[in-house]
C-alpha cells in the first residue's frame, strides 16, 4: 500500500505542474494579447496626434488667411484676376510689347560657347579648349600666352617651382604604383 501512495502522490504532483505549465501558458498569452491591445492603443494616440497637429495648422492657416482678406479689403483694395485679364497665346502677348525707346539700354546678351573659325586655327583648341582663349580681365592677356610667357624668359626660372612641377607631374605614376608593405621590408 506504501508503493500505490507514493504513485498516487507523485502523479498529483504532476497533474499539479501540468495544470501550473497551462495556467502559466493561458497567463502568458494574455500578457501578449494586452501588450498587443497597448501597442494598437498607441498606434492609434500617435495617428490622433497627428490629426491633432493638421487640423491645428489648418486652422492657423485659414484664421490668417481671414485675416489676410480682411486687412486686404481695408487697406489694399487688391482684387482677384478675372477671366477678362488672362492671355490667350503669344501673340496676345507679343501684342502687349513696346519698341525700345530712344537712350534705353541695349538688350542682355548672353556668350556663346563655340569658337570662331579664326581662333581655332591657331592651335588654341588643341591646347586646352576655349580655357585658354579666356582673357584675363587683369593682365589683358589670354590664359595661354600667360602661361607661355615664364617659359619664355629665363630669369623667371625658380627651383622650387620647378620641383613641384615634377612632382606633381609624377603623382599619376606614383598612384598608379602599388607596393606591398611587407614586399618592401624583405
Known amino acids: 500500500m506504501n508503493l500505490t501512495s507514493d ?5 498529483g504532483w504532476a497533474s499539479v505542474l501540468v495544470v501550473c505549465g497551462a495556467m502559466t501558458v493561458g497567463l502568458t498569452l494574455r500578457v501578449n494579447a494586452v501588450k498587443s ?10 495617428w490622433v496626434k497627428r ?42 502677348l507679343a501684342a502687349l510689347g513696346v519698341p525700345a525707346g530712344p537712350g534705353a539700354p541695349s538688350p542682355i546678351r548672353y556668350a ?13 583648341k588643341g591646347e586646352g579648349g576655349s580655357l585658354l582663349a579666356m582673357v584675363s580681365p587683369v593682365a589683358g592677356a589670354t590664359a595661354a600666352a600667360m602661361a607661355e610667357a615664364p617659359k619664355n ?28 608593405a611587407e614586399a618592401a621590408q624583405q
Open 7 to 11: 504513485r498516487i502522490r507523485s502523479i
Open 37 to 46: 491591445q497597448v501597442h494598437d492603443t498607441e498606434k492609434r494616440i500617435v
Open 51 to 92: 490629426d491633432i497637429d493638421f487640423l491645428e495648422t489648418e486652422f492657423q492657416t485659414r484664421s490668417n488667411q481671414q485675416a489676410l482678406r480682411d486687412l486686404n479689403d481695408l487697406e489694399f483694395g487688391y482684387k482677384a484676376p478675372t477671366a477678362g485679364q488672362y492671355i490667350e497665346g503669344e501673340r496676345q
Open 112 to 124: 556663346n560657347a563655340e569658337m570662331p573659325a579664326d581662333a581655332s586655327s591657331d592651335g588654341a
Open 153 to 180: 624668359r629665363g630669369e623667371a626660372r625658380d627651383p622650387e617651382r620647378e620641383a613641384i612641377a615634377r612632382d606633381a607631374a609624377a603623382l599619376g605614376k606614383r598612384l598608379a604604383r602599388i607596393e606591398v
